[in-house]
């Protein structure tokens, strides 16, 4: 049980005073302070009062709050196109309420507080599935996080490139939240990406900061 931080008490709904008759939230407190600072915490723990030294950190998230002008990065394998979890993708799919139209959308907003497990950590997500025969039946995937691919961890949009341009052959198997998966021959999935980028007018199945500079004649 948290009682006090730095010497000042905490109410039992977890406010601290502050103007003469007023209250804060104690997260005000914690945003006053600098990474590499250091809160003393009184904690009442098994019976007993406890004081420890906690330092300040940044707390980051591995979702973006905004793109910093940056064109969306994207990968388009079989028809279906992955991106990367950002506020300016919610706000385009859900609306500025983010209000969720399915499961698949609550279980997205339930990923904004994740925290940045390690550099270069991204979220990413099927946005969508554009038609063809190798995708028939997985029109419904979208707005969906993918969490593996071939029994592999995704760590970001640049893995899943390389993970699925090594898979020539066999199946591709994506792995999405809830145990849902999607399953695909790779080689037709392959053919099948330069038919449908074709079909839609796009240059590329990524842009060339994902793994070169492929471009689709």
Known sequence: VLMAVDGISLANDGTIPFRKGERVELHYYFSQLFQGDTVQLRLLREGEVREVAVPAYLYKFAVRPHLNNEMPSYFMVGGMVFTVLSHPFLLSNLGETYAPETQADVRLLS????????????????????????????????????????????????????????????????????????????????????????????????????MGKESIP
Do not use: W
């Open 111 to 210: 990923l904004i507080q994740s925290h940045l497990k390690e550099p270069g950590q991204q979220l990413v997500v099927l946005s969508e599935v554009l038609e063809h025969s190798v995708n028939l039946g997985y029109d419904l995937f979208h707005r969906q996080h993918l969490s593996r691919f071939n029994n592999q961890e995704i760590k970001n949009l640049s893995h899943l490139v390389s993970l699925v341009d090594a898979c020539q052959e066999g199946e591709m198997v994506f792995e999405f939240d809830r145990d849902e998966i999607l399953v695909l021959d790779a080689a037709a999935a392959h053919q099948a990406t330069q038919e449908v980028a074709m079909t839609h007018g796009i240059p590329a199945s990524r842009p060339l900061d994902l």
